[in-house]
């Protein structure tokens, strides 16, 4: 009887211990998926570098992008504003001295549907699709021959499609690195065509 006793006491140890292990790692899961299954609102604040695909091609270098998002996420899904800001320069030189001169300013908004699963509770991987406004301000000028031209267009619909890796550092504050691609219609003025696409490489910072 004292043997059997003693077995029992071992066993009730034991489904103690295994309740408190199974507990511990059950905690954190819980809270995971407790944090996934809510409304999350996120901002994200980027900038680099501006790589124009067609449409200002062959005249403009590439140049500087800017990009801010505010979003809200449920699960692995969510909706994203941004607005970006990109502007290239006019390259060129004649012998020595710049014969072209100008820029090419485009700047909008954007709404988009995302799609981000998690690879871990602070790294996930994310794809963007959406719809755009967006502004055309070009200009050029030859200082050899002294002519100017210039093209403002607004309200141009464009089409974006992006993707990155986000990655939670800290509680509130988190790193982005994303590619956007832009492609938005235009009218054929200064213009290799009738569309212009660019593509940035962003790097930047979250908060939620």
């Not at 809270?31 to 980027?46: K, M, V």
């Not at 607005?83 to 020595?96: K, L």
């Not at 954007?110 to 509770?121: I, K, T």
């Not at 959406?130 to 021959?145: E, F, P, V, W």
Request: hydrophobic fraction near 40%; charged fraction near 15%.
């Amino acid at each position: 009887m004292r043997l059997l006793r003693i077995v029992r006491g071992i066993i009730i140890k034991f489904r103690i211990i295994a309740f408190l292990i199974i507990g511990s790692f059950a905690l954190p899961v819980s809270a995971a998926r407790a944090e996934e299954d809510s409304l999350r609102f996120q901002i994200s604040l980027c900038g680099g570098l501006e790589v124009t695909q067609s449409g200002l091609n062959p005249v403009y270098n590439n140049g500087c992008a800017i990009q801010a998002g505010a979003g809200l996420f449920r699960g692995v899904y969510g909706v994203r504003f941004s607005g970006i800001y990109r502007q290239s320069n006019v390259p060129g030189t004649w012998f020595g001295t710049p014969r072209f001169d100008g820029r090419a300013i485009i700047k909008g908004f954007s709404l988009a549907l995302v799609w981000e699963p998690r690879l871990s509770p602070k790294t996930y991987p994310f794809v963007d699709v959406g719809l755009g406004l967006y502004s055309i301000d070009l200009t050029q000028s030859d200082n050899t021959y002294g002519t100017s031209l210039s093209t403002d267009q607004h309200g141009r619909l464009g089409f974006t499609l992006g993707g990155g890796l986000k990655m939670q550092t800290w509680q509130h504050v988190g790193f982005i690195a994303e590619l956007r691609y832009i492609s938005i219609a235009a009218n054929q003025d200064l213009l290799v065509g009738n569309r212009i696409s660019l593509l940035g490489i962003l790097l930047g910072v979250t908060y939620k």
